[in-house]
């Protein structure tokens, strides 16, 4: 039962943590104000990239080409697949689904379950800072063709973020284990580097929830208990499908299994830091397709990276 726990022990945080913050989003409502997002996020970067040799593993073609892969499979794949999956659902839903859709790969989380089931992080972290520095292009375009609609995503300002919350971090992580001491340093303490980075991601979750909890409180609109029953099903067979058409493309290059690993979860993750200022501009009830798509696919890849990591590597708690 102890090893059980032990292997599974991010998944049992997580779950407590999102239902907490959901329960309790009243009483918590001042963390979220007063928390510094992206100061948590840097430090979650900065961890990843510290614990991980960018020149040596991007030297691969294999890295390469699971970064294209990703990045088809999150901007090309994702965007009309949830338009076709949301049809079913109330108008304020469906356009929230393709939002959800259409925003780039998670900012930290991508990378710190990619690094969790021993896949290539470098590779997910790539796709990652793509995605979110291209969403300026992706993000209008989708929009426009799938819902006629464009949407002002303040380039300068949201420019400005992604340059202090990712590639700062990552850039000062690369320059700081340069040194060969530094470095072989951060590799001997890559699995407490990989705790602060989990740890950071399961707190940014517990914000999230607190912030979604307060968020349908203060809706006016009020689905059926049956809307969000096809809402939450829909969303576990769009991210389900994704990942099967993410790890097939994986398979069809046949990529390792940590390229493979790092095309799965990067290619089907979404940002819901990202998606809540774009779902806004639809109407508040379109911010929760898109909450619920981050949770359910924080909840579904913990078990998937998991069970990587247990075929593919050795027999113990994951880091």
Known sequence: MRRFFAQRWFLFVLMTL???GLALCGP???LPRLTPKLVVIGVVMLATSLATNFGLVLRARDS???VGLALLVNAGVAPPLGWLIGRPLPPPLAEGLVVAMTVPCTIA???VWTRRGGGNDAAAALT????NFSCFLVLPFWTGLLMGATVDIKPRELMIKLLLGIAAPMVAGQLIRAPR???AWADRQKRLLSLIAQWGVLFMALLGAIEAGNAMRGSEFRPTSGHWLLLVGMIIVLHMVLLAVAAAAGWAARLGPADALAVTIAGSQKSMAVGVGVALQFGPMTIFPLITYHFAQLLIDTVVVDRH???TGP???PA
Request: proline letters at 4%; a positive charge.
């Open 28 to 30: 918590l409502a001042f």
């Open 18 to 20: 999102l239902l907490g």
């Open 109 to 111: 989380a991508a990378i």
């Open 181 to 183: 001491r530094v470095g």
């Open 64 to 66: 390469w080409l699971a």
């Open 315 to 317: 027999e113990q708690p």
């Open 128 to 131: 990652s800072m793509i995605s």
């Open 309 to 311: 990591r247990r075929k």
